[in-house]
């Protein structure tokens, strides 16, 4: 069956590092997904993976091991505005995608 | 561009009442997508179509229809609202399969 699974909550300090993991387990996989959801707003795309290794654009990076069924998005020089939900999605067609629970990350000054 | 754009923005319904949620796209896509998210927790995806004329279902695809006549259009139909069915609901639109989907603003529903 399909499942995926990231952390539910999380806190960082402005200015600090933070790593959201994400595992998950499927038979058929398109790549991997990371997308931005502000309280109350749509989703917005972060970075989509499909090979191994790490995929860097400014500040956020997003690494995939397909071997291991896990993903992890990094966020450097955190700043209040990170403030969000982090939604992993992998997609189990090329048109379906599975999506997590989301991570709500709160961000402190 | 507008992107994806939803109406209504926000709706309340009385349990057996039916309603259309529109979902316009002026990004000439060929994917469509509606998804429903329950508080806390990921999108479920409930309908799909991979261009005019041709819709499949999702995960989560009971008590709902769908059409998709032109390239711009998706409206997603409720034809008995049920409590179960409140939630906020996201059309979304893609170039093709696996790429990048663009999000509409979301619908908020409550079925009383």
């Known amino acids: 069956g399909q499942n995926i699974d990231q952390p539910t909550e999380m806190t960082a300090t402005e200015g600090a590092i933070v790593q959201i993991n994400c595992t998950y387990q499927t038979s058929g996989f398109n790549g991997l997904f990371w997308y931005q959801q502000h309280a109350g707003e749509a989703p917005t795309f972060l970075s989509y993976?499909?090979?191994?290794g790490l995929e860097e654009k400014g500040r956020f990076s997003s690494f995939l091991s397909r071997s291991k069924g896990y993903s992890y998005l990094l966020l450097k020089e955190l700043q209040m505005k990170d403030s969000a939900s982090y939604l992993c999605a992998y997609a189990l067609t090329s048109y379906k995608l599975i999506f997590g629970s989301g991570t709500r990350l709160l961000v402190r000054p | 561009n507008a992107g994806v754009t939803q109406t209504p923005k926000f709706r309340i319904l009385k349990i057996g009442q039916s309603m259309t949620l529109q979902c316009t796209q002026d990004?000439?896509?060929?994917?469509m997508y509606w998804y429903r998210q329950d508080p806390g927790m990921g999108l479920k995806l409930i309908y799909y179509s991979v261009g005019a004329g041709i819709t499949d279902k999702g995960e989560v695809p009971n008590g709902y229809n769908v059409s998709r006549s032109t390239t711009e259009d998706f409206p997603l139909r409720l034809e008995l609202a049920a409590p179960s069915q409140t939630s906020v609901y996201f059309c979304?639109?893609?170039?093709?399969?696996?790429?990048?989907?663009?999000f509409g603003p979301g619908t908020r529903l409550l079925v009383l």
């Open positions: 979304a639109s893609s170039r093709q399969g696996s790429e990048t989907q663009y």
């Open positions: 990004m000439n896509h060929n994917y």
């Open positions: 993976n499909v090979l191994d």
